[in-house]
C-alpha cells in the first residue's frame, strides 16, 4: 500500500534542505558585491528554481520565500514571491528597524513544512539590503510582505520561526491548520 508523502517529504524530494541539516543553523556567508556578481546571478538562478518546484507541489497563497540555506547554499540571498506574483530578491539583508506594532499570524517553513506555527513579527520592518552592483539600500516592507521579508532574513541569520514563538506555543500538525491557500489577514483587508 503506498502512502501520501508528507508536506516535508515533498519538499525535500524538490531539494529543499530540510530541518535537522546544519546549514539551517549557521549565518550565512555575506556576498562582496559588485566583486561576486557571478556568483550572486547563479545563487540567484539556483533560488529561482526551488521556488518554480516548490510551487509545483504546493499552493502558496500568502506568498513564499526561499532563502539560499535552505537548498544547501551558504550565502546571504533569499527570494520572496508575493501573493499577486512580485519577485522580491534580497542581498546580504538586515532588517535595521521594526515596528513597535505586531501581529501573530501562521508561518509555514519549506524545511519543516509540516507543521504551522502562530509567530509575532513587526507589521512593519526596514531592511538594508544590496543590489547586485554594490549598492546599499533601506526598502520597508509592511503587513504579509515583511512577514515573509522577515522570515527569510531570519534563515539567513540562523533563526528558525519556531524560536519567534510566544514561550508555551507549539507548532500545529498542518492538517489542522485551516488557512492553506488563502491570504493574509489583517484589520482592513
Known amino acids: 500500500m503506498e502512502t501520501t508523502p508528507t508536506a516535508s517529504e515533498r519538499m ?13 543553523t549557521k549565518t550565512a556567508r555575506p556576498f562582496s558585491l559588485p566583486d561576486e556578481a557571478e556568483d550572486v546571478r547563479r545563487v540567484v538562478a539556483e ?7 516548490a510551487a509545483a507541489v504546493q499552493v502558496f497563497g500568502k506568498g513564499m520565500g526561499m532563502a539560499a540555506p535552505q537548498i544547501g547554499i551558504d550565502r546571504a540571498a533569499a ?3 508575493t501573493p499577486d506574483g512580485e519577485s522580491i530578491t534580497l542581498f546580504n539583508p538586515r532588517i535595521v528597524e521594526e515596528s513597535p506594532e505586531t501581529d501573530e499570524q501562521y508561518e509555514g517553513c519549506l524545511s519543516f513544512f509540516d507543521v504551522r506555527g502562530k509567530v509575532p513579527r513587526p507589521l512593519a520592518i ?4 544590496q543590489d547586485i552592483d554594490g549598492t546599499e539600500r533601506i526598502t520597508i516592507f509592511e ?3 515583511a512577514r515573509l521579508i522577515a522570515h527569510e532574513v531570519d534563515h539567513l541569520h540562523d533563526q528558525l520561526y519556531r524560536s519567534r514563538m ?3 506555543v507549539a507548532p500545529i500538525p498542518v492538517s ?3 488557512g492553506t491557500g488563502s491570504t493574509w489577514q489583517y484589520g482592513s483587508n
Not at 525535500?12 to 539551517?24: F, M, T, Y
Not at 526596514?126 to 539590503?129: D, F, R
Open 166 to 168: 510566544r514561550e508555551g
Open 79 to 81: 527570494i520572496v514571491r
Open 126 to 129: 526596514s531592511v538594508e539590503h
Open 47 to 53: 533560488l529561482v528554481s526551488a521556488c518554480e518546484r
Open 143 to 145: 503587513r504579509g510582505i
Open 12 to 24: 525535500r524530494a524538490v531539494g529543499v534542505v530540510q530541518e535537522g541539516d546544519p546549514i539551517l
Open 176 to 178: 489542522e491548520y485551516r
